[in-house]
């Protein structure tokens, strides 16, 4: 069965470079902006899918800018009208649609306040991007599968280009021009990995997640991408949080995702994918090495060479590959998921 959402996961690395060409301009004016004005934090406003797409800026704006980020609270600005004092900072608006009134309120307001506000968005005609000072586009085209996955790629290496533009370090810029490539090879590898094992999880019902660091916004994704299309009861969490208590709840046959990317986090991953293992999970890894793809029921491989701060952007290609596939296994319409549509508009 052809899906639309097959269709757009496959569209990946052609809307990744052409958001990056789109953006470089509009990135450059407000990595200036941000210098001028001598920016000290960032604060994101997002909803779903674009939410995790801000806690990759946790990550990659601290470790590589110095730039402290937090995720706003858009009911404080929209139910309790007691918005807190937003000085030297950027409010960063992530959104699709750019229709979201309670993502729109935040960045008015901000505005209105004095504060640098960008929007990241496929409509520069939007409400979103009619709020913010600067508009970041997402040039993937439309996107017509209710479960986001291209502009959510896009969105991520947006935000990396915003990283790398305010550092101006070129061995990182060589990274992110290599990226479009590289996810052309992390679809071709995902599909030929993950529509084999799709079936053997048709009767799961609940999974856990697992990942840390740069790669922490994609637990949260994939997981979020297995509730929409199979209605799995996914949970994702932090490795250093699910030792934490949670690894309670693993027993024989668990199963469990575990993105394990090489990189500074490396050592820690495998040492606890090798934890799970010993209890007997199911487990499904997502990795570029060969030695923790071992451990794992079902292997999901992403490309070799690509740096830490970059991975997650290809790491959650088999997990779009897995949701889709799943639901298709179930029976389930993955371009309709019940009680969904494309827009969710929220105050």
Not at 63 to 70: D, R, T
Request: charge should be neutral; charged fraction near 25%; hydrophobic fraction near 45%.
């Amino acid at each position: 069965m052809s899906t639309q959402m097959e269709k757009e996961i496959k569209e990946q690395p052609e809307a990744i470079a052409r958001t990056l060409e789109a953006s470089r301009g509009p990135v450059e004016a407000l990595c200036k902006d941000i210098r001028a004005r001598d920016v000290t934090y960032v604060t994101i406003a997002a909803r779903g899918t674009s939410d995790n797409a801000g806690v990759y800026a946790k990550y990659i704006l601290p470790a590589f800018n110095g730039l402290p980020v937090a995720m706003t609270t858009p009911s404080l600005f929209t139910f309790y009208k007691k918005p807190p004092r937003l000085r030297n900072v950027l409010v960063l608006g992530i959104s699709q649609s750019g229709q979201s009134e309670d993502i729109v309120e935040v960045l008015k307001t901000a505005r209105a306040q004095g504060a640098l506000t960008a929007a990241i968005t496929t409509d520069p005609r939007s409400p979103l991007a009619a709020a913010a000072q600067h508009t970041l586009p997402l040039a993937t085209g439309l996107e017509k599968a209710v479960a986001a996955t291209k502009t959510f790629t896009s969105s991520l290496a947006l935000l990396a280009q915003l990283s790398v533009t305010l550092d101006e370090e070129k061995e990182r810029r060589r990274s992110l021009e290599a990226l479009p490539k590289l996810m052309e090879q992390a679809c071709e590898m995902a599909e030929q990995a993950v529509v084999p094992r799709a079936e053997r999880y048709r009767y799961m019902d609940r999974c856990v997640v697992i990942a840390r660091g740069y790669s922490y916004a994609i637990a949260f994704e994939i997981a979020l991408k297995l509730k929409e299309l199979t209605y799995v009861t996914a949970l994702p969490y932090s490795s250093a949080d699910f030792l934490h208590g949670p690894m309670a709840i693993v027993e024989p046959g668990f199963p469990v995702l575990v993105i394990v990317p090489k990189g500074e986090l490396y050592p820690h991953l495998k040492e606890f994918t090798e934890q799970v293992a010993a209890r007997s999970a199911e487990l499904l890894v997502v990795s570029n090495s060969e030695e923790v793809l071992r451990l794992g029921e079902a292997r999901f491989p992403i490309p070799d060479g690509v740096p830490e701060w970059l991975a997650p952007v290809l790491s959650v290609v088999p997990g779009q590959f897995l949701a889709l596939n799943l639901s298709l296994a179930k029976g389930i319409d993955p371009d309709k998921p019940r009680g969904l549509k494309k827009v969710t508009v929220t105050r």
